[in-house]
């Protein structure tokens, strides 16, 4: 098992940028593909991307695509998430998942995202 803890986030004007850290404990973390995630208030949780183990793919939703940035440090056991140009409707909160095959085996506790216009 890997515990996620995610840090980095907060309150951004619009325009701005923040990166986002997904810490992992345990010694296991490069045998995990990774994935952050988001929830905005009233809406279901929706994938941004995921890089696989070695950090050499990275995959994102359509829709996330060219704002956002995923990157992995298996030395440091963490994952980032790398986000520009915030809009408000960025907002939400910002999770970080650890995945084994097909399945979100572990998640973060999430961290708050606020963009302002």
């Known amino acids: 098992q890997v515990q996620l803890v995610e840090s980095g986030g907060g309150s951004v004007q619009a325009g701005g940028s923040l990166r986002l850290s997904c810490a992992a404990s345990?010694?296991?973390?490069?045998?995990?593909?990774m994935g952050w995630f988001r929830q905005a208030p009233g809406k279901e949780r929706e994938l941004i991307g995921a890089?696989?183990?070695?950090?050499?793919?990275?995959y994102y939703a359509d829709t996330m695509k060219g704002r956002f940035t995923i990157s992995r440090d298996n030395a440091k056991n963490t994952a980032y998430l790398q986000m520009g140009s915030l809009k408000p409707e960025d907002t939400a909160v910002y999770y970080c998942?650890?995945?084994?095959?097909?399945?979100?085996?572990?998640w973060g506790q999430g961290t708050q995202v606020t963009v302002s216009s």
């Open positions: 890089i696989n183990r070695g950090g050499s793919s990275v």
């Open positions: 345990g010694r296991t973390f490069s045998t995990y593909a």
């Open positions: 998942a650890a995945r084994v095959g097909s399945i979100w085996t572990n």
